[in-house]
């Protein structure tokens, strides 16, 4: 078989089921079952060599013919049809004793390898995949089942017979040696082949061109490999058929970053139907048609492959082409073959780390062997050979203390471990190492190498406890104030700050039974802040004396010779203040009768002074007092009334009256405090029921006639219901039409006894009776209004709505139209009247040419308008309609009335004045009339001045008094004139109020 890797593959024969001329080394004899299925004509095949020891234009043996032995088969053509005539001679008689073999009933087909010994030469390094050679089995036509084994590891055998690498290595010795076994499926029955490899020379190594090898030990060297085209045969329908055979052809391998000159040789594909034709030869795939093209290319008559660039193995690894054979038509000839290039690696790629700088922690007192961390390199190289397998190495480490080897490094994995002990982060807090990794299985002579930088950050833990800096600490602290620092604990640790080895808790373990203390812990500085928690009394504690310790939040770690906490006094003074007084009890609750009278003892109602300490006086003062009741004694703190309490007040919040009081000393500075006294009222029947509701309207027929009524009292129980309700036996018609019916004790039922009743209102008096010891009586009056009713029972007093169908929300929204236009129409009218007013004002100011005389009207009268124009401007002052002072009798006299005194000159105005000295005369007058005390007042301008205060005169709002005699009809005061008819109104019809 012809060397088809490029590079050493072995050197064997093609085994194919047809049979071979006898000078040439054949398989074992072909059994006679077999002819049968054997073609009638035969592929084309190199005619017979001489034999062994032929030179090398002779036919090998089972070889594909080196170029001379073609053209020396060509000039044998009659030998060779001679032979092929006696071959199917053969297979004739061969079918014949078969069938007679068979109707006999036996089978002369033995099943088995084809050799006890298979050999091959092959190149010393052997790659993983590579195939060597091929073993024959026959299974009688497949009616045995069989699998391969092979007893070396290295080697595995494929279905179809071919022998390959299972891993990658080197051939030593001059010979190897396996043995391969077919073992039968369906029995115990198993076959065995010894395999022989035997390596091959340096001196064959170096020739241009692979050598074959024969049993016979016989060489014939070529320049380059021939690749046949398998032979085909021809079947009944004219088709062609691939030719069965047993071989493989084997990938081509080719260095990769060859030197010039290029192109190179690879390989020869030639087809044996070139002897009687004209063929011409292509490949193609990828690197010969398709991307990258033209790396490979084939000459079209010789069939010779070449490369024309070198390969890049990181690029692509391997190339997959398909060789063609066609005639000079384009008609195919052959069926295409495959042919697999494989790219062989070269050690041009330095390893390379996936970071340039890697981080690593391990805990500080690492006992040796413990792992760090695992850094990382790849090789673009062939991981499965030497080019591309790593090694790593520590080329230093930085610092050297406490020793220059704390870490080691696995040279195949990257795994870093310590190897010494000594690791302590308060001396060296990190190490810095240069990581070396190099290929070539870390040969220094032949491989590549990089670095990289590894960090190991040596991480804390608790190997030092917290120390206190001193022994005693002091600090002091005032009475009654919490929530301060009194004092500041400092400790030391040498771990690494802000971690749980160097957090510091604090604890209290003596001194402070009743917790007024905390030690909480500042995160910044890892000082102990002693708090007060709780209030403290002076004059229960004066001074303490604390025990703390300090420890850390986590564990010390196992075999540390030290106490795991450091222990300190803390000596606290208290100081004494002025604390302020405190009533006892605060609230003070007490119980008194309403009603009670003005300068009653409520109770004493004092404070303790806390500061036993300090000569101190104690006053008390009231604070708060709502309904101004009670008032305190300054020195004693009795508490008495100046008012009667009253429980119906508003100031009294369920049955309860709270009142505020203070008391100070005179200490330096003065503190006070607050106390509230809570009164509880006791209730007196001091009010009697009134009647609920006060107000009703009913139907002039009404339908039910009767009004469900109740009591309102403001005391409480037992003196409210049950409630006696009765009529009145005056006036007399109130029990003529009506009647009340008790219903239970709290309501009661009036109803009518007559069928109907005229619109109107009608006031009923009933007398209610409260439960209380004694019971308290009272006439309250119901109004009832008794209005006419429509279908709904809703009262209305126009019949004309009624008949027009409208019903009550048409009606009030009626009404509110109304009212609206009203209102609309007052306010128009008062804006009519400002306007007239402003406009008069501004024609009193125009000049004196204008003619005033026109917008001057005179009201209160009925004149002729504006056409009436001649006016005597002399009847402002209207001296003759003042009555005379000798009708009046002296004495009597009001007080806005003139007096009697000589009546001074007022200016007189001509009876057709000028218009333009209408307002010098009004001026003029005006000053007159202020210096007239006989004028009356509304004539003039009054200035009202402040009286002072304290009058004797009691205040104008007692005439709205209900003492002042409001039975009196003040109706006349409509006679005095416009300046009391406001007030005829106000008490003159006092039920239209």
Aim: net charge negative.
């Amino acid at each position: 078989m012809t060397d088809y890797s490029g590079s050493g593959a072995a050197t064997l024969y093609p085994l194919r089921d047809t049979l071979y001329p006898s000078a040439a080394p054949s398989p074992a004899p072909l059994p006679l079952s077999l002819a049968p299925s054997l073609p009638l004509s035969f592929p084309p095949h190199p005619g017979p060599g001489p034999g062994p020891g032929s030179g090398s234009g002779g036919g090998g043996g089972g070889g594909d013919p080196e170029p001379g032995g073609r053209e020396a088969g060509r000039g044998r053509s009659r030998p060779a049809a001679m032979v092929r005539s006696a071959a199917a001679a053969v297979l004739l008689l061969a079918a014949l004793l078969r069938a007679t073999v068979e109707a006999n009933g036996i089978s002369l087909c033995v099943a088995g390898f084809t050799e006890d010994t298979y050999y091959a030469v092959v190149s010393r390094d052997i790659y993983k995949g590579q195939p060597l050679l091929n073993v024959v089995f026959n299974d009688c036509f497949g009616s045995i089942s069989f699998r391969y084994e092979s007893s070396d590891p290295k080697f595995r055998v494929q279905r179809d017979g071919v022998v390959f690498a299972a891993e990658s290595f080197r051939l030593s010795g001059k010979q190897l040696k396996f043995v391969i076994t077919a073992y039968n499926a369906q029995s115990v029955q198993q076959w065995q082949a010894v395999v022989k490899l035997a390596g091959r020379s340096d001196s064959s190594a170096k020739q241009t061109g692979p050598k074959s090898w024969n049993p016979s030990g016989v060489s014939m060297p070529w320049n380059v490999p021939d690749i046949l085209f398998p032979a085909v045969r021809p079947v009944s329908n004219g088709q062609l058929k691939r030719q069965k055979r047993d071989w493989v052809i084997p990938p081509i391998n080719v260095p990769e970053n060859e030197r010039s000159p290029f192109p190179k040789d690879l390989v020869m594909i030639r087809s044996d139907r070139d002897k009687n034709r004209s063929l011409r030869y292509s490949v193609t795939g990828p690197g010969a048609d398709q991307p990258p093209n033209g790396l490979f290319s084939i000459n079209p008559i010789s069939g010779q492959l070449i490369v024309t660039r070198p390969l890049d193995r990181e690029q692509i690894p391997s190339y997959h082409l398909r060789a063609h054979a066609v005639d000079l038509n384009g008609n195919q000839v052959e069926n295409p073959i495959d042919i697999v290039i494989n790219v062989i690696d070269m050690n041009d790629n330095r390893p390379e780390f996936l970071h340039p700088t890697w981080n690593g922690s391990v805990p500080e007192g690492s006992k040796p062997g413990t792992f760090v961390m695992t850094v990382t390199a790849i090789d673009a190289d062939d991981p499965n050979t030497s080019n591309g397998i790593l090694r790593y190495k520590i080329l230093s480490q930085t610092p050297s203390s406490p020793s220059s080897n704390m870490f080691t490094i696995n040279n195949q994995t990257g795994d870093i471990f310590t190897v010494a002990a000594g690791l302590d982060r308060e001396k060296v807090p990190q190490y810095t190492l240069i990581i070396q990794a190099t290929d070539m299985e870390g040969s220094p002579m032949y491989g590549l190498s990089n670095t990289a930088t590894a960090i190991i950050t040596i991480r804390d833990v608790n190997d030092n406890p917290p120390e206190f800096t001193s022994a005693t600490f002091y600090g002091e602290v005032p009475e009654n104030r919490f929530d301060i620092i009194v004092a500041n604990l400092t400790v030391t640790d040498k771990d690494q700050p802000h971690t749980d080895a160097w957090n510091a808790a604090y604890r209290i373990i003596g001194g402070d039974a009743a917790g007024h203390f905390i030690i909480p812990t500042d995160p910044n500085s890892n000082d102990g802040l002693v708090t007060v928690d709780k209030p403290i009394d002076y004059e229960s504690n004066r001074a303490f004396v604390l025990t703390v310790i300090a420890e850390n939040q986590v564990s010390l770690t196992k075999g540390i010779q030290l106490p795991p906490q450091s222990t300190a006094t803390v000596s606290i003074t208290v100081i004494d203040v002025n604390e302020s007084p405190r009533f006892v009890p605060n609230p003070k609750v007490v119980r008194q009768q309403e009603g009670l009278p003005e300068g009653k003892v409520v109770t004493f109602f004092t404070a303790e002074d806390p500061d036993r300490y300090m000569q101190q006086t104690m006053r008390y003062s009231k604070l708060s007092d709502p309904a101004n009741w009670l008032k305190i004694d300054p020195l004693r703190g009795q508490v008495t009334t100046i008012g009667e309490l009253d429980r119906e007040s508003p100031f009294v919040r369920n049955n309860m009256y709270n009142a505020t009081f203070l008391a100070s000393d005179n200490g330096i500075p003065p503190a006070s405090g607050t106390g509230t006294l809570q009164i509880v009222l006791l209730d007196d029947n001091d009010n009697a029921p009134q009647v609920s509701p006060q107000e009703v309207s009913i139907c002039e027929r009404p339908e039910p006639n009767a009004i469900n009524i109740t009591a309102i009292d403001l005391d409480i129980e037992p003196n409210t219901g049950p409630f006696v309700f009765e009529l009145p036996a005056t006036p007399e018609d109130v029990r003529r039409n009506w009647t009340i019916t008790r219903l239970n004790g709290d309501y009661a039922q009036l109803s009518l006894k007559i069928g109907m009743l005229d619109d109107g209102i009608y006031d009923i008096p009933i007398m209610i009776i409260d439960s209380g010891n004694p019971p308290l009586s009272a006439t309250s009056v119901l109004l009832i209004k008794v209005c006419p009713c429509n279908e709904n029972g809703d009262c209305t007093s126009a019949e004309a709505i009624v008949a027009a169908g409208l019903g009550t929300g048409a009606i009030i929204a009626i009404l509110l139209c109304i009212i609206i236009l009203l209102i609309l129409v007052l306010l128009f009218v008062i804006w009519m009247k400002r306007r007239d007013k402003e406009r008069q004002a501004k024609q009193l100011l125009i000049d004196p040419e204008d003619d005033v005389r026109d917008n001057i009207l005179k009201y209160d009268e009925e004149g002729g308008g504006e056409e009436d124009q001649d006016y005597d401007l002399s009847q402002l002052q209207q001296p003759d309609t003042m009555e005379p002072d000798s009708i009046k009798p002296m004495g009597i006299r009001r007080v806005d009335e003139r007096p009697i005194h000589a009546e001074p000159q007022y200016p007189v105005r001509s009876a057709a004045p000028h218009p333009g000295d209408i307002g010098d005369f009004i001026n003029e007058g005006l000053k007159a009339a202020d210096n007239d005390p006989t004028a009356p007042p509304y004539d003039s301008l009054l200035v009202f001045d402040y009286e002072g205060s304290g009058s004797m005169a009691g205040s104008l709002s007692s005439l709205n008094s209900t003492s002042s005699g409001g039975d009196q009809d003040y109706d006349y005061l409509n006679d005095w004139g416009p300046r009391f008819r406001k007030l005829a109104d106000m008490y003159g019809g006092g039920s239209d109020l």
